[in-house]
Nanobody, 123 residues
Framework: QVQLVESGGGLVQPGGSLRLSCAAS????????MGWYRQAPGKQRELVAA???????NYADSVKGRFTISRDNAKNTVYLQMNSLKPEDTAVYYC?????????????????WGQGTQVTVSS
């Protein structure tokens, strides 16, 4: 069974920084893309940033130049460094990973989600 566990959320003042982490564990054979999504109250979940196994990255226009996604393949972990935070960045942040894993002897590739971590930017 595969699990994604997030950490690093919290309350920060505008202009501040936070670093989110997400570690994958379980019967993992390979992790392909990893990413972060966010969902603010009353809004749809949106992609914040994604990174391939080879390190190619993709960012939402609203976070370009402020957020940096990275990953440690040896640790099955993805990070999101968030700088110059704004009140509009307030949301629940979810980790997502496309993982090949064995379950009941069967190999499958599918998306997994973390439980979400709250990020609040407020003075």
């Amino acid at each position: 069974q595969v699990q994604l566990v997030e950490s690093g959320g919290g309350l920060v003042q505008p202009g501040g920084s936070l670093r989110l982490s997400c570690a994958a564990s379980g019967s993992i054979f390979s992790i392909y893309s990893m990413g972060w999504y966010r969902q603010a109250p009353g809004k749809q979940r949106e992609l914040v940033a994604a990174i391939t196994r080879g390190g190619n990255t993709n960012y939402a226009d609203s976070v370009k130049g402020r957020f940096t996604i990275s990953r440690d393949n040896a640790k099955n972990t993805v990070y999101l460094q968030m700088n110059s935070l704004k009140p509009e960045d307030t949301a629940v942040y979810y980790c997502n990973a496309n993982i090949g894993a064995y379950g009941s002897g069967i190999y499958s590739i599918r998306d997994y989600w973390g439980q979400g971590t709250q990020v609040t930017v407020s003075s």
